[in-house]
């Protein structure tokens, strides 16, 4: 029996290094046989957007993502899992959300990272404000449908 | 029993307050009485609130929905739909 698996969760306003958090996940250990990361960058839209400025709602943050990492470790054999969200001012081209699934093999790796990130984007507690170049207020994104048809498809365990 | 109201994103700008505590009026019983409710203390609540299927809400930091009972709860949150990932 494998010991149960506690994810990483770190909401943060600092950057991460992707490399590290996978290193802090395999490092001294020779089971794991798939890493799967997935990084999300901000995007400047053509150049019409100067920044992205995130909110979050801190405590209800930390636990919901926990909740759904929670879930991914009870639904895939995993051996390691990070995820990290970053919040504030963000710059096209920087980091803003981080997941490193590893497991002994890649299907088990690949879906739940998939599976975090479509729940993280319909669930986290988490609003995107946009800066625009030209000094005008972006406002606020607004949630897509195609993300919530997306968190969806994972309604139905993974076992059927 | 104070009940601590927390707005995130446009509920916030438009609420024009990003937390408050209030004392819920009798029969105010699940998240869609308090939606309702709070339409009626002005202007920003009913901009903010004028769409409230589009409204989400989190009693003590978990998501619910409209019909859920909010006796007990310490923490209310309204927010728009979630934008982050």
């Known amino acids: 029996m494998s010991a149960v698996l506690v994810p990483t969760v770190r909401i943060q306003r600092q950057d991460f290094d992707v490399a590290a958090e996978i290193a802090g996940l395999t490092q001294g250990r020779a089971d794991i046989g798939a890493v799967v ?82 729940y993280l984007k319909s669930r986290a507690p988490f609003w995107k404000k946009e800066h625009r170049t030209d000094g005008s207020e972006g406002g606020w994104v607004e949630a897509k449908e195609t993300d919530a048809q997306a968190a969806r498809r994972w309604k139905r365990p993974p076992s059927e | 029993m104070t009940t601590r109201l927390i707005y995130f994103a446009w509920v916030r700008e438009r609420i024009g307050t990003s937390e408050e505590d209030v004392e819920l009026p009798a029969g105010i019983e699940t998240v869609a009485d308090l939606l309702r409710w709070l339409q009626s203390r002005g202007e ?13 809400v989190a009693i003590n930091q978990e998501h619910v929905d409209h019909r859920e009972k909010i006796s007990g709860a310490r923490e209310i949150a309204l927010f728009p739909p979630m934008t982050g990932g």
């Open chain 2, 44 to 56: 920003g609540y009913q901009h903010a609130l004028q769409y409230p299927d589009v409204i989400r």
């Open chain 1, 37 to 118: 990361t997935f990084s999300g960058l901000c995007r400047d839209e053509q150049g019409a957007l100067s920044a992205l400025e995130l909110e979050h709602y801190p405590g209800m943050a930390e636990a919901e993502i926990g909740r759904i990492a929670a879930e991914a470790t009870e639904r895939w054999p995993l051996q390691g899992l990070t995820v990290i969200h970053r919040h504030g001012k963000i710059a096209p081209g920087d980091n803003i959300v981080l997941v490193v699934a590893a497991s002994a093999h890649r299907q088990a790796a690949f879906e739940a990272a998939d599976f975090l990130m479509d």
